[in-house]
T-cell receptor, first 116, second 112 residues
Framework: AQSVAQPEDQVNVAEGNPLTVKCTYS??????LFWYVQYPNRGLQFLLK????DNLVKGSYGFEAEFNKSQTSFHLKKPSALVSDSALYFC??????????????WGLGTSLAVNP | DTGVSQDPRHKITKRGQNVTFRCDPI?????LYWYRQTLGQGPEFLTY????????KSRLLSDRFSAERPKGSFSTLEIQRTEQGDSAMYLC??????????FGQGTRLTVV
């Protein structure tokens, strides 16, 4: 069964420190992987995606993510956190082995708090 | 604003009433998705349209739920005989050729 796990409900980092938000996935075929961010009372905003190619993908607002096939992980990273990065982060996967199925399977979200 | 637009942003309704939400996707996006999100959870897929055709429907979508996209542009999601368990944020998203979807701000439904 397809699934996404975000093992940490909350991540706390100090401003200026590097941050990592973890995501692991399980799909039957090759994955499309995504990170979205959700600010309070706002919709989900697309950050970045992995489809194929370079395992390190760069996205919006200085975020990047590393695809690791052997560990089935797609961790979100940023070298230097900002207070304004505080938000809810969701990892999602689309299973390319599921035919024409285009739905995304989502993790439960990780709340990131960046402390000044 | 050329993003995905959802209306209304908030809806409070009494149990048993019918409600309808509207989603206007990004212009020319041929794919449209509805998701539902409850507090502390990730979004749950409800249904997917390509143009006017409803190609997939989740088992979560009981027969009280119906979605349409009659002209392949805007979409509506109707919930009949609402129940308290229907209280959630209803999210609409659209996409064109790429795999990423772009989301609206959602409609928050509260059933009292």
């Amino acid at each position: 069964a397809q699934s996404v796990a975000q093992p940490e409900d909350q991540v706390n980092v100090a401003e200026g420190n590097p941050l990592t938000v973890k995501c692991t996935y399980s799909v039957s075929g090759n994955p499309y992987l995504f990170w979205y961010v959700q600010y309070p009372n706002r919709g989900l905003q697309f950050l970045l995606k992995y489809i194929t190619g370079d395992n390190l993908v760069k996205g919006s607002y200085g975020f990047e993510a590393e695809f690791n096939k052997s560990q089935t992980s797609f961790h979100l990273k940023k070298p230097s956190a900002l207070v304004s990065d505080s938000a809810l982060y969701f990892c999602a996967v689309r299973d390319l082995g599921a035919g024409n199925n285009r739905k995304l399977i989502w993790g439960l979200g990780t709340s990131l708090a960046v402390n000044p | 604003d050329t993003g995905v637009s959802q209306d209304p942003r908030h809806k409070i309704t009494k149990r048993g009433q019918n409600v309808t939400f509207r989603c206007d996707p990004i212009s020319e996006h041929n794919r449209l998705y509805w998701y539902r999100q409850t507090l502390g959870q990730g979004p749950e897929f409800l249904t997917y349209f390509q143009n006017e055709a409803q190609l997939e429907k989740s088992r979560l979508l009981s027969d009280r739920f119906s979605a349409e996209r009659p002209k392949g542009s805007f979409s509506t999601l109707e919930i009949q005989r609402t129940e308290q368990g229907d209280s959630a944020m209803y999210l609409c998203a659209s996409s064109l050729s790429g795999p990423e979807a772009f989301f609206g701000q959602g409609t928050r439904l509260t059933v009292v």
